[in-house]
């Protein structure tokens, strides 16, 4: 036991490191090829801090885990808004001007619930995980031709965000390094996470909903509550919300698209729609005032203590 959370603990770190510094080499060497800092911001706002998920994701498919790697996809989602977006907006409200962001976070709903009703008939099939991936390219170009016409602060912030140094043989050795800590790091928590779930009597769907979800979010929720406190609202809920769509469109859709995905009949009745909920709590902020204050981030919060502990009573009933 003692090992495992060891092991566990070390892969996470690993990750958090490994992501960024793939996601500094990225930005650098998008730039040294022509790409202007606002699209290069734009890609690693909405998607840079999902690749610590996937590859925990791929390392357990590869590995035969599919059920872990289901739950950490969906569980990753729930715990952004409720932990990374509610911690963030307790720690400082979050003043949102990145108006794309709304019907953004409307395809999120639309699509979870759309992988509802394709699961329901217990399995997701490759065509219908295809599906999700053609989704998603629609949905990078959608942000992109948005967001070009926003407010010129917020494009001088985004493009902000990705400004780091161009040098090519920098921003190689950053990929490099990236690649082995995200190797390890994931081998680390997948090689341990079926262990640790198991000794608290989780299921490898569970394991990933709970655990590993939440650990791989840390470190993303504590960069989130930096970004809060300079003001910069907009990247925190343009990570959440791509992040999120990321996870489902690119993850679950891609691991369909490879190989059938059974999906349980729990995942279809509880955890997708506890998705959708958690995604519903943030429409209403964003079509408001475009504020999400400290008390809604506590909502947030407490929201996500709530559906673990529903998750863990339904464990033992």
Do not use: C
Not at 103 to 123: H, K, M, R
Not at 167 to 186: E, K, M, P, Q, T
Not at 240 to 257: C, D, E, K, P, Y
């Amino acid at each position: 036991m003692l090992e495992a959370i060891g092991l566990f603990v070390l892969g996470l770190v690993l990750l958090a490191l490994g992501g960024d510094s793939i996601v500094k080499g990225a930005s650098g060497l998008a730039q040294r090829f022509g790409a202007s800092p606002f699209m290069a911001g734009l890609a690693l706002v909405a998607f840079g801090t999902s690749l610590p998920e996937l590859a925990v994701n791929l390392q357990a498919v590869v590995r035969g885990e599919q059920g872990l790697a289901l739950g950490n996809a969906v569980g990753s989602n729930i715990v952004n808004f409720g932990l990374t977006l509610g911690l963030a907006a307790f720690a400082a409200p979050l003043l949102v001007r990145w108006r794309s962001l709304a019907p953004l976070l409307l395809v999120l709903i639309l699509g979870t619930a759309a992988v509802i009703v394709l699961g329901l008939d217990g399995v997701l099939s490759r065509a219908e995980g295809t599906g999700l991936v053609v989704a998603f390219v629609a949905v990078v170009a959608y942000a992109m031709a948005r967001t070009r016409h926003e407010a010129p602060e917020l494009q001088d912030a985004i493009a902000a965000f990705a400004r780091t140094r161009t040098d090519l043989g920098l921003n190689l050795l950053r990929f490099v390094i990236a690649a082995v800590l995200l190797y390890f790091g994931s081998k680390f928590v997948v090689g341990a996470a079926p262990r640790l779930g198991a000794s608290l009597g989780l299921t490898p769907l569970l394991t990933g909903l709970l655990p590993v979800a939440i650990g791989t979010a840390l470190p993303e929720a504590a960069a989130a509550i930096a970004a809060a406190r300079r003001g910069q609202g907009d990247i925190v809920v343009g990570h959440v919300i791509g992040s999120s769509l990321f996870n489902l469109l690119i993850v679950v859709g891609g691991m369909a698209a490879w190989n059938a995905v059974a999906l349980p009949a729990s995942f279809v009745r509880f955890e997708l729609p506890a998705a959708i909920a958690f995604a519903l709590m943030l429409y209403p902020m964003l079509r408001g005032d475009l504020r999400v204050s400290k008390g809604e981030g506590a909502i947030l919060l407490i929201a996500l203590l709530a559906w673990v502990g529903f998750e863990l009573a339904m464990l033992h009933r």
